[in-house]
Each structure stands twice: as structure tokens, then as C-alpha cells.
């Protein structure tokens, strides 16, 4: 039993069968808005931990750790717009054109927050640093993203949609402030706690892959496009993701960043948000063409949880093993 459990991660086996129970069971109607209910409610409680276990100081040493966030928004708006450029010339030739532009559309959006903050926390990575980078990346794409379609890309309808700012605000902010002022009543608590941390950190990324999967099995988005199709579109997106993970991965190790640093780097600038990316999309592309268009964003998103639960899991085993490395962490 222990030799099946060094070759087969637990965690990656639930989420393969959430996989299969979406494809299987997709969420419809009521069960969809309860489905996307309980990822906002757990995305909420989440961050209520996080405000509640964090210290003032290490947010405040995360918020100003500047070298470390001009990294990750280097590595989302202008590393992965121009990946995306060089990668998108060459999927024309085997792409449908809507998917090959929705290639492009992917590069040019914000990192996610929820699984970037989680898969951090996972790896033992610096969390702080995370949630301020992710956080401050979905803000800056609600303008940035807008601006490099309309410069990279011909779009259709216009206007900059505050949604994203709102459900930062709501969904994450609001709960982080709140875990903030009841950390002198429930931290301690929690210090002596951390499992329940960990249950809510991996059971939302659950939530987050049936709720992604069971959207795409309702929308007929697998149906619309040919096996031909999905096999080039899963190539492209899997190679974007490595490029970015090694390049996150040696330029942090190339300018000194210390492991738990480091981890925040790779998840925070290695992600791209389908929760945003989406109704961007809505509004700046033909309704006839949109679910083209986000065919690789919603692959790139489900592949990206995948891949980075098996890199946290690795990340995490190395920060237990005691494999911090003593590079430097100035800000």
C-alpha cells in the first residue's frame, strides 16, 4: 500500500474523479447555481482563514515585496502576451481561426486568484505575497486586458467591465479584511488547527475543477469541435504552461528568490483566470464566435489545475524535507 502511494497522489485521484463526475453528472439548472454558489461560499471562507491565520506584517511584507510582484506582472502582461504572439503565428496553421485567436485571447488575461493563493499555500509556499500578487493582477487586467485585445486583437462591442473588481471585493477582499479582525479571537484556535485549512484549500480547487468541467459538458463545448481540434488546442495549451512554468521557475532561481518566494512566483504567473477571462470575452467578441474563442482558456484552466497540483504536492514534499533555499529575499 505505502509503494502505491509514493506512484499515485490521493489528491490527484480526487481530482480526476471530480473530473469524471462532472463529465458524468454535470451541474444543470438549480444544481449549477448551487454548484457556483458553493465555490463563491468556499472561495470566501478561504480567505476568511487566510485573513484570520496571517499576521498584519507578513501582508504588509507581501504588499511591499516589490521585486517579487513586478516578476509576476512582467510574467502575466508582457512575457505571456508576447508567448502568445510567437505561439499563436504557428497554431493558424493547425487551429480553427476562433481557436487560434482564443490562443492569443488567453496570453493577454489576468492570474487567477483562488487556485494561485491555494496551490501556494499547498506547496508552503509565501502566501502573502500571493494573495497580494494575484489580487493586484486581476485588478490591473480589468484595464490591462481590454487594452491588449483592442491592440493585439479585432473585437467587437466595447467597455471595460468592473465585474472582476467586484468579485475581488466581494468574494475576497471583504473576507480577508474579516479573517483580519477576528484573527486576535480565532488564530491561536487555528494555529492548532491547520488541517481545517487544508481540507477548505484543496476541497475549493475540487469545487472550482466540477464547476469548470460541469460548465463546459452543459455548454456542448467538447461536442462543437473536432477530437483533431482538442488534441492541438491540449498541445498548445500544455506547452504555453511549461514554457511559463520553467521561465517563472529560473528566473526566480537566476535572481535569488528564496523557495517559499519562489513558489509564489510560479503559481501567481503561471495561471491564467477563466473566472474573468470569460465575461471579457462576452463583451468584447461576437456571441457567434465566443465559445470558440474560449475553448483554450477553458482547457488551459483545467489543465493548469492538474499540472500545478502535482507541482504543489512536489513543492510541498520538498519544503517538508527541508529543502528551503537560502536564497535572498530583499525586497
Known sequence: MLAIRRFIDPYLMLLMGTVVLAALVPARGVWQTVADMSVTIA???LFFLYGARLAPSAVWAGITHWRLQTLVLATTYVFFPLLGLAIGTWADAWLQPDIAFGMLFLCLLPSTVQSSIAFTSIAGGNVPAALCSA??????????????VALLLPTSGGGISLQALEEIALQILLPFVVGQAARPLIGTWLARHRLLTTVVDRGSILLVVYAAFSAGMVAGIWTQVSLRDLLAVMFFTLLVLAVVLGATTI??????????DEIA???????K???????????????SALSLIVLPLMIFHQVQ???CAILARRYARLVEAGGEDKGATSQ
Do not use: D, H, Y
Open 43 to 45: 472561495v470566501a471562507v
Open 135 to 148: 489580487s493586484i493582477s486581476n485588478m490591473l487586467g480589468v484595464v490591462i486586458t481590454p487594452l491588449l
Open 251 to 260: 528566473a526566480s532561481r537566476k535572481l535569488g528568490f528564496s523557495r517559499q
Open 265 to 271: 512566483i510560479v503559481f501567481c504567473g503561471s495561471k
Open 273 to 287: 483566470s477563466m473566472a474573468s477571462g470569460i465575461p471579457m470575452a462576452a463583451i468584447l467578441f461576437p456571441a
Open 305 to 307: 489545475l492538474f499540472i
